[in-house]
Each structure stands twice: as C-alpha cells, then as structure tokens.
C-alpha cells in the first residue's frame, strides 16, 4: 500500500520560521513534490526533490532523505498569505501518477 | 497563454444522476489527468489519458469513465452519483504526462445532494 503522513494542523506567527514533515512509504519513488492549497482554490507547485539534500527558492526550501523516506517543507519569514494548506505527493516509478497526503493546514497569527 | 480551464465551476447534482465535467488542457498539451479532492484530504488520482487513450487508472468503480478527444480536450463522467462523489475535481495538464511538468486547473465542485 501507499501511505503519506503529515501533520494536520499547524500554528505559526507572522515573520517566524515553520517546517512541515512529510513521511512516505510507498511502492516505488520517483520524486517528492510539494504543493500550496489556499482554500476552494487547485493545488499550486512550491518544488520538486528527486535527490536527497534541500533545495532552496526564495522564502520556501524543501529538504529529501529517500533513505528514510523523509521530507520537510520550510517557510521562512511567515506572510499572512502563507495561510494555506501545504500538500506532499509521491511520484511513482511510472512519474505520471501522485499520491498525496492529506496536506497540512498552516494557520498564521499575527 | 490560457491555463487549463475546467468547466462548469460548480454543479449540483442529487443522488443517482449522472454528471460530465469538462476540461481543457493548455495548448500543446497532450494529456490530462483527473483528480478527486474530498474536503479536507489530499486528491486522489482517478484516470490519466495521453494521446487519447488511457494510460492509467486509480481506484475508483466503473461508474467513473473519461474519455479524451481529437483536440486532447477530456471528459470525466459519473452515474448514479453517490454523496460520497460531493468533491473539487482536479484537472491536470502536461505535455507527456509526467507529473513533474503538470498544471492544474481551478477544478469543479461537485456537489451531490
């Protein structure tokens, strides 16, 4: 079976630092993706890791060990507009199908 | 350029109807994907068509179908809509179908009452 953990729910204050977790175990990996929902809205593209170590854009990084089928998403310098659901899928070996986890929504304070 | 483009946005439909949803991929795009998206959890891939036929299918019953046409503009189709079918659906474009290289339309919301 395939199965992606994320938290639920998460808290963080405006112009703060927060990392989202994201463990897989799946039947095959081609890729982790990490995707920004606000609600109502489609799914928008944040990055992709194919290789293990962190890739960096900007305000957001994401970070991929594939030995321990691990990964985070870290958003720094929190806006108001961060408020959003962030979703980790799994590409299979075939790469034309993801599997999703539930997403984590992130609520900012000010 | 336009984006993928879905159509209708919102639709009420009551148990045992049928319901078609629309999608257009962005131009020079050979394959859509559809995803089901129940509030509150991630989506979850039903049908992948590339070059008008079907090259992959997630675990949904027969009574979901897609098909895709000349202009690689699909179709999803349920009957005997189920409250259960109450969901954002998901279009997805690409060039080849890789996921890596996929972009999403605004989706359909579904409503079954």
């Known amino acids: 079976g395939q199965n992606i953990d994320q938290p639920t729910e998460m808290t963080a204050t405006e112009g703060a630092i927060v990392q989202i977790n994201c463990t897989y175990q799946?039947?095959?990996?081609?890729?982790l993706f990490w995707y920004q929902q606000h609600a109502g809205e489609a799914p928008t593209f944040l990055s992709y890791?194919?290789l293990d170590g962190l890739e960096e854009k900007g305000r957001f990084s994401s970070f991929l060990s594939r030995s321990k089928g691990y990964s985070y998403l870290l958003l720094k310098e929190l806006q108001m507009k961060d408020s959003a659901s962030y979703l980790c899928a799994v590409s299979l070996d075939s790469n034309y199908q993801l599997i999703w986890g539930a997403g984590t929504k992130l609520i900012i304070k000010p | 350029d336009a984006g993928v483009t879905q159509s209708p946005t919102h639709l009420i439909k009551t148990r045992g109807q049928h319901v078609t949803l629309r999608c257009s991929p962005i131009?020079?795009?050979?394959?859509v994907s559809w995803y089901q998206q129940v509030l509150g959890q991630g989506p979850q891939f039903i049908f992948q068509y590339y070059e008008k036929e079907e090259r992959g299918r997630g675990n949904f019953p027969d009574r979901f179908s897609a098909r895709q046409f000349p202009n690689y503009s699909s179709e999803l189709n349920v009957n005997a809509l189920l409250l259960g079918d109450s969901a954002l659906y998901l279009c997805?474009?690409?060039?080849?179908?890789?996921?890596?290289?996929?972009?999403f339309g605004p989706g359909t919301r579904l409503t079954v009452l």
């Open positions: 131009s020079g795009h050979k394959s």
């Open positions: 997805a474009s690409s060039s080849s179908g890789l996921v890596n290289e996929q972009f």
């Open positions: 890791n194919v």
């Open positions: 799946t039947s095959g990996f081609n890729g």
